[in-house]
């Protein structure tokens, strides 16, 4: 079992930034591929970013990309979201996820990650 708890959310004006952290504990964090996903009230929980196991790969959203870097520190079982010149539509609850699947296409899709953090809520106001 590997156990995520998200932070680091909250509110925030458009233009403004955020940075989310999750801390992993149990298996040995080295060993999954983290993923962000958003949720948005209405909507499916989808996509925002991957890094994978050895922090050489990374994959955004287009809708993120450039805007938001992903990283993490193997060190300390965490993984980081830094998210710059928010927009309202970025308004959603964040979660943290872990797999241990390598390829891209794989990474990008929620049913492929067994294991989830409680969600951290980030609003940006207009």
């Known amino acids: 079992q590997v156990q995520l708890v998200e932070s680091g959310g909250g509110l925030v004006q458009a233009g403004g930034s955020l940075r989310l952290s999750c801390a992993a504990s149990?298996?040995?964090?080295?060993?999954?591929?983290m993923g962000w996903f958003r949720q948005a009230p209405g909507k499916e929980r989808e996509f925002v970013a991957v890094?994978?196991?050895?922090?050489?790969?990374?994959y955004y959203a287009g809708s993120v990309k450039g805007r938001f870097t992903i990283s993490r520190d193997n060190t300390k079982n965490t993984v980081y979201l830094q998210m710059n010149s928010l927009k309202p539509e970025d308004t959603a609850v964040y979660y943290c996820?872990?797999?241990?699947?390598?390829?891209?296409?794989?990474?990008?899709?929620?049913?492929?990650?067994?294991?989830w953090g409680q969600g951290t809520q980030v609003t940006v106001s207009s």
């Open positions: 996820s872990a797999t241990t699947d390598v390829l891209y296409t794989r990474m990008i899709r929620p049913t492929n990650y067994p294991y």
């Open positions: 149990g298996r040995t964090f080295s060993n999954y591929a």
């Open positions: 890094i994978d196991q050895s922090a050489g790969r990374t």
